[in-house]
């Protein structure tokens, strides 16, 4: 078993930068993919982007495609991500999730979910 926990959400202006951390405990994650996922009020939640075992392979979502890069570091159990030219509508509670397999990380099929930290854009 393991546990992922996010940090690093917070208010920033339009334009602006922000780099998440998704910190992994109780067990190795170096075999698995990562990812993160968001869910703004009255939204269901979205795929944002995903990151292989390895780092070798990503995957993002047409909203975030050039804006935002996923990364991990096998050696610290951790992943990040990192948002440029924030947007109001990128504004949502960020999951970190992880699952044996990319695709079912894309799908939303992750064995584990850390609890969310909040990402507010204002205009």
């Known amino acids: 078993q393991g546990h992922l926990v996010e940090s690093g959400g917070r208010l920033v202006q339009a334009g602006g930068s922000l780099t998440l951390s998704c910190t992994a405990s109780?067990?190795?994650?170096?075999?698995?993919?990562m990812g993160w996922f968001r869910q703004a009020p009255g939204k269901e939640r979205e795929f944002v982007a995903a990151?292989?075992?390895?780092?070798?392979?990503?995957s993002y979502a047409d909203s975030v495609r050039g804006r935002f890069s996923i990364s991990r570091d096998n050696t610290k159990n951790t992943a990040s991500l990192q948002m440029n030219r924030l947007v109001p509508p990128d504004t949502a509670v960020y999951f970190c999730?992880?699952?044996?397999?990319?695709?079912?990380?894309?799908?939303?099929?992750?064995?584990?979910w850390g609890q969310g930290t909040q990402v507010t854009v204002s205009p």
């Open positions: 990151i292989s075992w390895s780092g070798g392979t990503s």
């Open positions: 109780g067990r190795s994650f170096s075999n698995d993919a």
């Open positions: 999730t992880a699952g044996p397999l990319i695709s079912g990380v894309i799908g939303g099929k992750g064995d584990y």
